[in-house]
């Protein structure tokens, strides 16, 4: 499995749309962390919907997050990457908490911004 989380100063960027970079942790079968990458993403669009192809393809299945649009929900779903948002603080203990079952959705999402259109 492979979990990203948009990120800031190895902190969960409280907004998917404005993080610097993507932290992605491979975990194996016994949810132990066993490999550590970061992803910066394209120039482009405001709200980083183009970067979500690059991290289905990398094999991404789950997004910690802090907040986000609907939009970019729906879109990572369409590539197979559940969401979970309301996280905050290191991304590690963070995608620690989530793999000892403790992280759940907030389902709280944010207005669209309008920087991209068709998103």
Known sequence: MKIALPSRDRQVD???GHCEYFTIFSVDADKNITAE???SPPEGCGCKSNVIPIL???GVTVML????GEGAV???GRSGIQVIR???GNVKEVTEKYLSGTVQ???VGCADHGGCPGH
């Open 65 to 68: 997050a802090g907040n986000m």
């Open 74 to 76: 729906n879109m990572l």
């Open 14 to 16: 409280s907004h998917f």
């Open 37 to 39: 990458e970061t992803l």
């Open 105 to 107: 959705d907030t389902a």
């Open 56 to 58: 289905a393809e990398k």
């Open 86 to 88: 309301g996280c905050a």
